[in-house]
């Protein structure tokens, strides 16, 4: 197990809890210091990130990840996650919803479960044929993402989608692709997005022109990143102090999940966001640097997709929070509150760990 790793990812949890607790309970805690509620997602969150390690110690000492390898295994953890992206959409359904993207309640989202499913699934297919080379072998690959990401847009969840298919997209790529198999579906993976930014969708529209322009619609399409942009302007070098922020009170939404990175800019200023950075910086780095060192395929090939998670989700959060890429709520893992993404963040940790406990050389 690498220790590195390890603190990095203890030391992200802590900054994160410091965000959840400072939106969630410190402007609450005189007057209705009795009622449970302000506690409850500091304590789901603390919940699951124990369980968290728990689960990254049985990973990384008792599984071989090697299993994973397995053709049935790789499958039914397919079957599992489209299984689990058509229930919420029968949900949507039943309950009449316009936007559902949770299994239960507001606790399982099945996207985190489908960006692990297929790094395993594309590591596996990779090996499994030596080299996704030929047009027989790509299409069956990319009909799988293309189906995940179709069931995604569909919560509408579009930024999830196509979250999916450059994650995927890059993995297919570094997998050995040649030129003339990738570039039409780089083709399709393009006319995929397109359609998903067109097809009745003028929200996607007025976020693009939020984007653009934020101070043209300040009070309603551009609300969200103005007040983003002062918490990072408002903290200055050391920050107002932890629980002091004012963006939290109501003038930032989703100050915990989406924006959680702009509330910490506000309390702990530049030198807060030079530690969140640093600390980002050595976990993915440490796992990048053992994809480079672990010769075996698979191995080699799954930390590169957990690698490669973690650092778009990261360029995506904080390039939303600062207003370079358009608003869309990506979750940065283990600051933003949500445990089904803090879980599965730390499957990919216990992941990562088996495989450098076991092929390092």
Known sequence: MDRWILYAVILLFFMGQTAIVSSNTVPYIFE?????????KPLYQLFAFLAGL????????????????????????VLLSTASLLAVLIKKFVTHKQVDRWLVGASIQPLEFAKITLIIFIAYYIVEKGSVRQWRYIFWASFIVFLNAFLVSLQPDKGGAIFLLILCGLMLYVGGIPKKVYL???????????????SKSGYVAERFSAWKDPFADPEESGYQIIQSLFGFAHGGMWGVGIGKGIQKMGA?????????????????????????????????GRLFYFT????????KLLLFGIALNFALSFLWNVGMAVNLLPPKGIALPF????????????ISIGLAQSVIRRRLF
């Open 292 to 299: 480079y060192r672990v010769k075996e395929p698979f191995g």
């Open 54 to 77: 728990l689960i990254v110690n049985w990973l990384s000492s008792r599984l071989d990840y090697r299993v994973l390898k397995k053709k049935k295994v790789v499958y039914t953890l």
């Open 184 to 198: 039409p579906i780089i083709g399709a993976f393009f006319l995929f997005i397109a359609y998903m930014l067109t």
């Open 252 to 284: 930032l939404p989703a100050a915990d999940t989406d924006y959680a990175v702009s509330l910490l800019a506000e309390e702990l200023g530049f030198v807060g966001m030079l530690v969140l950075f640093s600390l980002y910086l050595l976990l993915v």
């Open 32 to 40: 209705r210091y009795a009622d449970l509620g302000i506690y409850k």
């Open 335 to 346: 600051i933003s509150y949500g445990t089904s993404n803090l879980l599965f963040s730390m």
